[in-house]
């Protein structure tokens, strides 16, 4: 079984910082795209940040909303991703989640997400 388990999240002032992890572990073989989304109440789960950064060649792309601020960036010896926040904004307020999609141990690729750390931006 492959797992995704976040942690980070939390309460913070706005213009405040915050670092979420995700942490992949289990029957891996490879990573390949990771992925940060968020969903804010009454809205649609959005796409925050995402890496194909597997070598230093990799790619990255961010949601228009959250360029210069976030830092997606990965850790592939360890399996993990992270999401540097800077700045943050009370309409950051949300449950981000951690998306990847990983070969398992049986060759077979398979799209994962994680069960969400609540990130709450408020004075």
């Known amino acids: 079984q492959v797992q995704l388990v976040e942690s980070g999240g939390g309460l913070v002032q706005p213009g405040g910082s915050l670092r979420l992890s995700c942490a992949a572990s289990g029957n891996i073989f490879s990573i390949d795209a990771m992925a940060w989304y968020r969903q804010a109440p009454g809205k649609q789960r959005e796409l925050v940040a995402a890496?194909?950064?597997?070598?230093?060649?990799?790619?990255?792309n961010y949601a228009d909303s959250v360029k210069g601020r976030f830092t997606i960036s990965r850790d592939n010896a360890k399996n993990t991703v992270y999401l540097q926040m800077n700045s943050l904004k009370p309409e950051d307020t949300a449950v981000y989640y951690c998306?990847?999609?990983?070969?398992?141990?049986?060759?077979?690729?398979?799209?994962?997400w994680g069960q969400g750390t609540q990130v709450t931006v408020s004075s």
């Open positions: 998306n990847a999609n990983i070969l398992n141990g049986l060759r077979r690729l398979n799209n994962y």
């Open positions: 890496t194909t950064a597997t070598t230093s060649s990799g790619t990255t």
